[in-house]
């Protein structure tokens, strides 16, 4: 099966995969895959799940959005933040659910409600992808 190399560059990190059979994201408009010899690409990223098969292995990481290029025999993921599954710490993700959940119940003119309701689907993402 044909190939290709993965990296997930953060402002804090850098992932690294080789011999990527299949990589899937959160797009914009939907869910989006790529597999090896993938036409050249540019894909904006949305809130969710990443996952990237690897030795007929499935690996899961949380985003926050970004950009995703295509370049043939290479994907370069520009993110925002991506945190493997097992390394997503769900009592951080639980507080912050929580908060969110409080801003939003109180509406008050100072809480900013999309601010509030992006925190809340990140935190939700964040404990779904660490279930995986």
């Given amino acids: 099966m044909k190939t290709f190399d993965l990296k997930i560059v ?3 990190q850098v992932f690294e995969e080789a011999d990527v059979t299949y990589l899937r ?3 914009m408009d939907g869910l989006f895959g790529v597999m090896a010899r993938h036409t050249l690409a ?22 926050s959005g970004g950009y995703t290029e295509v370049m043939g ?3 370069l993921v520009l993110a925002e933040t991506a945190e ?3 390394y997503i710490d769900r009592e951080r993700a639980e507080a912050s659910l ?5 801003r939003l119940a109180k509406r008050s ?9 992006a925190s809340m689907a990140r935190a939700i993402n964040r404990l779904t992808v660490s279930r995986k």
Wanted: charged share 40%.
């Fill in 10 to 12: 953060t402002p804090t």
């Fill in 25 to 27: 994201c959160p797009g």
């Fill in 42 to 63: 540019i894909f904006a990223l949305d809130i969710g799940e990443i996952k990237v098969t690897r030795d007929k292995r499935d690996f899961y990481f949380a985003t």
């Fill in 73 to 75: 025999d290479s994907v």
């Fill in 84 to 86: 493997k599954a097992d």
């Fill in 98 to 102: 929580k908060r969110a959940k409080e």
């Fill in 109 to 117: 003119e100072e809480i900013e409600i999309q601010r509030a309701e």
